[in-house]
């Protein structure tokens, strides 16, 4: 009689959502290095000016607590919203169970209207 082998784990890429011929990298992300690059390269040009604002709003010739705290909500909202913009793009918001607007509270994905508030927020703070 042929005994089930049950240290294979053939099954797990399908049952974790990938498909079965995928395979995940040792950096724990999937494909899609143009993804990346086409999000967190403008995400780090656009933090540049803002790490000025904030150093020249905190320690510059006037104290400005506006733009100490508006630069420092903008430095917070520009990674959280690039994470949930490569989770949108590398497909994360596929939701296979369940209504469609549950993927926008599925992280990363929803990682992208919190990053909206702290952008409104920073935009009111500097205003």
């Keep these: 009689m ?3 082998d ?3 784990t053939g099954d797990v890429p399908r ?3 990938r498909k ?3 395979r995940l990298r040792s ?3 999937h494909g899609r290095p143009l993804a990346r690059a086409l999000i967190w390269v403008p995400t780090a040009a656009l933090a540049v000016p803002v790490l000025r604002i904030l150093v ?3 320690v510059g010739p006037q104290l400005s607590v506006t733009g100490v705290i508006s630069s420092v909500l903008l430095l917070l909202g520009l990674p959280i919203g690039a994470i949930g913009l490569y989770g949108l793009a590398n497909g994360t918001a596929r939701v296979h169970d ?3 607007h549950f993927a926008w509270l599925r992280p990363p994905v929803a990682y992208i209207p919190v990053a909206l508030l702290l952008f409104i927020a920073a935009g009111l703070a500097a205003g």
Excluded: F, Y
């Design 20 to 22: 079965a011929g995928s």
């Design 6 to 8: 049950l240290t294979s």
């Design 2 to 4: 042929h005994r089930q």
């Design 98 to 100: 369940g209504p469609p």
């Design 27 to 29: 950096d724990g992300h």
């Design 15 to 17: 049952a974790a959502g």
């Design 56 to 58: 020249d709003s905190a």
